[in-house]
């Protein structure tokens, strides 16, 4: 079964402290793996997608790796605008669906 | 460029009745996708559309409809409102094996 877990569910940062959100992932055969940023009350807003291991994507202070059991987003300074939560999804080469993880809540505080 | 526009915003229906959630696609999109979100669930496919004409069940599909008659609209259908259809609903769109794009959501709550 095409599973994706996020840890941690909730982190706390100071302003300028780095840090990775993880995503692991089980999936028969990854077409694709996907990163969103979610405000809260809007919808999610996609920020990378990789397709295979060992690529790497990067905007701003985010950047996302892939492995194949898992996907990093490191985050390098924090500010406090990057405070949302990111959800992780994968997409399987015999689907059309996208399988998403419940989350990680990130608060940076100045 | 709208994106993918969803109406309404909020909604409060009474159990038993029925209502549909719009969702509109400017961006020529074959793909569209119905999802609710949960708190703690993570957001789940309820159905999924490849094209106008073409329609598929997600994980969550019991209690509702779609239809996918153009490109642009791909409008969900609630039958017999229930309380455990209050959620969060997202509409997205994409060209399939790549990235999804969502709109801003319709809060419903069934009382």
């Known amino acids: 079964e095409d599973q994706v877990t996020q840890s941690p569910e909730a982190l706390r940062l100071q302003e300028g402290e780095s840090s990775s959100l993880n995503c692991s992932y089980t999936v028969s055969g990854l077409r694709g793996l996907f990163w969103y940023r979610q405000d809260p009350g809007k919808g999610p807003e996609f920020l990378f997608t990789?397709?295979?291991a060992g690529e790497e994507k990067e905007k701003e202070r985010l950047k996302a790796t892939l492995t194949k059991k898992e996907s990093f987003l490191h985050i390098t300074a924090p500010k406090p605008e990057d405070s949302a939560t990111y959800l992780c999804?994968?997409?399987?080469?015999?689907?059309?669906?996208?399988?998403f993880g419940t989350g990680t809540s990130l608060t940076v505080i100045p | 460029n709208a994106g993918v526009t969803q109406t309404p915003k909020f909604r409060i229906l009474k159990i038993g009745q029925s209502m549909t959630l719009q969702c509109t696609q400017d961006?020529?999109?074959?793909?569209m996708y119905w999802y609710r979100q949960d708190p703690g669930m993570g957001l789940k496919l309820i159905y999924y559309s490849v094209g106008a004409g073409i329609t598929d069940k997600g994980e969550v599909p019991n209690g509702y409809n779609v239809s996918r008659s153009t490109t642009e609209d791909f409008p969900l259908r609630l039958e017999l409102a229930a309380p455990s259809q209050t959620s969060v609903y997202f509409c997205?769109?994409?060209?399939?094996?790549?990235?999804?794009?969502f709109g801003q959501g319709t809060r419903l709550t069934v009382v």
């Open positions: 997205a769109s994409g060209w399939g094996a790549s990235e999804a794009f």
């Open positions: 961006m020529n999109h074959n793909y």
């Open positions: 999804a994968v997409q399987a080469r015999t689907g059309n669906q996208f399988y």
């Open positions: 990789l397709y295979s």
